[in-house]
């Protein structure tokens, strides 16, 4: 599914309130009850003061989310989306660009979600956001990876000095082992370099923190790993939306990767809406159709 995002106009204000009314009034009459002129004077000022970004795909509005850039965090004060465009991934895609945007930032990350409304808390915890605090209606919630003065991620192509971090990041894992680690050879890191595909690294303070692979011919993820002690930071998801964009971008209609069942890498597939095939007792495939992801 293709998304544009932009900053909201003037004009956009009746769309954005209808849509916040449909889907944020019945958490807030069970809580307080619904104040109608309370209620806009608050929206109002949220529009004014926050940034707020429309989201649209194919000249429908898809939702909206509101940040307050604060000089050492950002606060997602709003992410909503219409009824259509529900459970297909788009929050989540919002969600890794917020993220990435306060890590490269350096600036902590935090959100507040009503108790009443347990599939946001799921969703967000899914996503990595963690509970920091809470009250009678809220809980608070922050982002591990986002934090004050923290190192930025940055994102670029891998090179051939990049094949002993990437070997070593491989070899460390803990789920999905290679049986005979001397299949995968160093000819192959370099050969989906260019000739068979591209790989991508994120990179922190002079360390490889992950990598990502595509493979062209098989218009498949040849490889996606992390280093344990960044995982939960949103990393994956960005290097994994490299890969997939680049092979939309080559031609592929579908693009495919299989894993180990019951794994932490099954669930995260699943979590990023792609489609799942059970393929026998130990292995799992997932796909994405182009205007999917």
Sequence with gaps: MQLATRLALPDDRDAIWALY???MRPHIEGIWGWDEQWQIAHFDMA????????????????????????????????????????????GARL?????????QSRRGLGLRVFRVNAAARRFYEREGWT???????????AHASCKPGAPPVN??????????????IRLAVTENVLSDPSRVTEQMYRDYLDLLGRGWVAESAGAITGFCYADKEHASIWALFMAQQHEGRGIAKRLLKLAADWLFEQGSERVQLTTTAGTRADAFYAGRGWTREVLNEREVRYSCLRGRR
């Design 47 to 90: 529009f004014s003061t926050a940034s707020t970004y429309v989201v649209n795909s194919g000249g429908k509005l898809a939702g909206y989310y509101q940040l307050d850039l604060n000089p050492e965090d950002i606060y997602l004060r709003m992410l909503i989306l219409a009824p259509g465009f529900q459970s297909r991934g788009i």
């Design 21 to 23: 009314q449909t889907t």
């Design 131 to 141: 509970v920091q605090s809470e009250d009678d209606a809220f809980f608070v919630m």
């Design 155 to 168: 994102f670029r192509l891998a090179t051939v000095d990049d094949i002993p971090a990437m070997s070593a």
């Design 95 to 103: 969600l890794a660009d917020i993220v990435h945007m306060g890590v």
